[in-house]
């Protein structure tokens, strides 16, 4: 590779390193000594070391060289024929078949400045996204995908689950992401946000599908699932275990698939009150009856269904609150110490301790 010299600003600007966060922005700088190496794959072919610089539209020019690659590889760079305009700074994304500079900032040390703005903005989604309508550039095609992946950030899609309609909603399983698709970009922050993963680890992820994107009953993975497939990403659902019963009121449960309903958020927002036939202490098995507290009226009123006589048993907001302390006492705690849970907060007023 012909000698290059490498500038005193240039050499600054790759001591400074500053690296705001966003996989669209500089994440890999070259320390000076590793400079001239960094310009294999771009300046000089990565095995056989021919010059691959041209002056034809499309070909990487002889005056560029690389300052820095994004969170994707894709490359910053300058050219060293424009020290007197103070290195104007170039993006392109690679794989294109071609290279396409979009200029990103007029020098190299604005470009510096703006990076260390977007650093010390990093945490607050809307000053920096203001801070990026700032810019001259702003419509520029690189900045406008910097402001709308921050953007996603600053709007997220709300997590909300709406009372589902086909009992299958409640099947648990893993979502599947089976190919990444081209907005790869996109899709590589939805599952940095989704799984709280590093920019390292999420590279690793999208670089060799399938990936496990989420683990829950489909109707919890289905926002992310259609986030996912509105930016062009295959995925599927792969069902795991046994279908839950859907939570109803008016209707027969075993204690267990109660529990079960209960420990999904089914019955969330729900008032109910439950019954049985001895009205007595739970056991493994045992059919309740799940009805709306202006039906039953509490205790000690019965009532007969199917031919069954019904007592009160349980309130339901009170059912919840031992089988949630349960579980977060005891993630892996058994339906049957549930049940023991839940009989002794009936007798004794007081919660189990399951530790």
Same mark, same amino acid.
């Given at each position: 590779?012909?000698?290059?010299?490498?500038?005193?600003?240039?050499?600054?600007?790759?001591?400074?390193?500053?690296?705001?966060?966003?996989?669209?922005?500089?994440?890999?700088?070259?320390?000076?000594?590793?400079?001239?190496?960094?310009? $294999?794959?771009? +300046?000089?072919?990565?095995?056989?070391? &021919?010059?691959?610089?041209? !002056?034809?539209?499309?070909? @990487? *020019?002889? =005056?560029?060289?690389?300052?820095?690659?994004?969170?994707?590889?894709?490359?910053?760079?300058?050219?060293?024929?424009?020290?007197?305009?103070?290195?104007?700074?170039?993006?392109?994304?690679?794989?294109?078949?071609?290279?396409?500079?979009?200029?990103?900032?007029?020098?190299?040390?604005?470009?510096?400045?703006?990076?260390?703005?977007?650093?010390?903005?990093?945490?607050?989604?809307?000053?920096?996204?203001?801070?990026?309508?700032?810019?001259?550039?702003?419509?520029?095609?690189?900045?406008?995908?910097?402001?709308?992946? $921050?953007?996603? +950030?600053?709007?997220?899609?709300?997590? &909300?689950?709406?009372?589902? !309609?086909?009992?299958?909603? @409640? *099947?648990? =399983?893993?979502?599947?992401?089976?190919?990444?698709?081209?907005?790869?970009?996109?899709?590589?922050?939805?599952?940095?946000?989704?799984?709280?993963?590093?920019?390292?680890?999420?590279?690793?992820?999208?670089?060799?599908?399938?990936?496990?994107?989420?683990?829950?009953?489909?109707?919890?993975?289905?926002?992310?699932?259609?986030?996912?497939?509105?930016?062009?990403?295959?995925?599927?659902?792969?069902?795991?275990?046994?279908?839950?019963?859907?939570?109803?009121?008016?209707?027969?449960?075993?204690?267990?698939?109660?529990?079960?309903?209960?420990?999904?958020?089914?019955?969330?927002?729900?008032?109910?009150?439950?019954?049985?036939?001895?009205?007595?202490?739970?056991?493994?098995?045992?059919?309740?009856?799940?009805?709306?507290?202006?039906?039953?009226?509490?205790?000690?009123?019965?009532?007969?269904?199917?031919?069954?006589?019904?007592?009160?048993?349980?309130?339901?907001?009170?059912?919840?609150?031992?089988?949630?302390?349960?579980?977060?006492?005891?993630?892996?705690?058994?339906?049957?110490?549930?049940?023991?849970?839940?009989?002794?907060?009936?007798?004794?007023?007081?919660?189990?301790?399951?530790?």
């Amino acid at each position: 590779m012909p000698e290059i010299v490498l500038p005193a600003a240039v050499r600054e600007f790759l001591l400074a390193a500053v690296v705001p966060g966003d996989m669209t922005l500089p994440f890999h700088y070259p320390e000076p000594e590793q400079w001239i190496q960094w310009q $294999r794959g771009f +300046r000089v072919h990565g095995i056989t070391g &021919e010059d691959l610089t041209a !002056s034809r539209a499309g070909a @990487w *020019q002889p =005056g560029w060289v690389v300052i820095a690659l994004n969170g994707f590889d894709d490359p910053f760079f300058v050219d060293l024929n424009d020290a007197a305009q103070g290195f104007p700074v170039y993006y392109a994304p690679h794989g294109a078949g071609r290279w396409e500079a979009q200029r990103v900032a007029p020098t190299l040390a604005n470009f510096h400045e703006r990076l260390v703005a977007l650093h010390d903005l990093a945490e607050d989604d809307s000053a920096f996204v203001h801070y990026l309508d700032s810019l001259p550039e702003r419509q520029e095609p690189f900045w406008a995908e910097v402001r709308s992946e $921050r953007q996603e +950030r600053e709007d997220p899609v709300e997590d &909300e689950i709406a009372a589902p !309609s086909d009992p299958a909603d @409640w *099947q648990r =399983g893993k979502l599947i992401v089976t190919e990444v698709g081209g907005q790869k970009l996109k899709v590589a922050h939805l599952l940095r946000k989704t799984l709280n993963l590093s920019l390292s680890e999420v590279m690793a992820f999208i670089a060799q599908p399938p990936i496990i994107a989420g683990e829950d009953f489909h109707i919890r993975l289905r926002p992310l699932e259609a986030s996912l497939s509105a930016l062009g990403a295959s995925v599927a659902f792969q069902p795991e275990g046994p279908q839950l019963e859907t939570f109803r009121l008016n209707a027969f449960f075993t204690v267990e698939a109660l529990i079960e309903c209960v420990k999904a958020g089914q019955e969330t927002g729900v008032y109910y009150d439950i019954y049985s036939a001895s009205g007595e202490a739970f056991h493994t098995g045992e059919q309740v009856y799940i009805v709306d507290p202006e039906t039953g009226e509490g205790d000690p009123l019965a009532f007969q269904v199917n031919g069954v006589t019904l007592h009160y048993a349980y309130a339901g907001d009170q059912f919840r609150s031992v089988v949630e302390l349960a579980v977060e006492q005891k993630p892996a705690v058994s339906a049957e110490d549930i049940i023991r849970a839940l009989n002794h907060y009936s007798d004794y007023d007081d919660f189990l301790d399951m530790e």
